[in-house]
């Protein structure tokens, strides 16, 4: 599986709310950057409540709409994040307005293809604004 590949799949699983399968993708060191947020996870756990928080604001999110690129240790996924806001989204209440915005993530792997880090980029006023 390319790295590419690697990144698509990830996607489905948390389409489809696989988030425990994301384990085996996962190297023992890893650290994810959420920049809007100025947010870093630094571990496996950290990363899936992450993952939580976004469903529980917006309990229909996915990823559509993706392209991926790849190199010898990175892929690089332009996508957009589409669901309704029907939760919280930290501080805020729900709004019950959609969102559907642009994203840019990458992933970094190690020798083995296990992602071992990634930063995500996204509008947060946009999203706070969803309409």
């Known amino acids: 599986m390319n790295h590419q590949d690697t990144h698509r799949a990830l996607h489905e699983m948390f389409n489809e709310r696989r988030l425990d399968e994301i384990d085996h993708h996962v190297g023992p060191e890893f650290a994810y950057i959420d920049h809007p947020h100025r947010h870093t996870v630094h571990t496996l ?10 469903i529980a604001g917006f309990s ?30 930290g501080d805020h209440p729900a709004t019950g307005r959609p ?12 020798q083995h293809g296990r992602v071992i880090g990634g930063e995500v980029y996204y509008d947060r ?3 706070l604004m969803h309409d």
């Open 99 to 110: 969102m559907d915005m642009p994203f840019c993530e990458t992933l970094r792997y190690d």
């Open 45 to 54: 756990a950290e990363f899936k409540a992450w993952l939580g928080e976004w």
């Open 60 to 89: 229909n999110a996915r990823v559509i709409g993706a392209s991926y690129v790849g190199g010898p240790n990175f892929s690089v996924a332009y996508f957009h994040g589409r669901g309704e806001n029907d939760g919280p989204l």
């Open 125 to 127: 006023l946009t999203m």
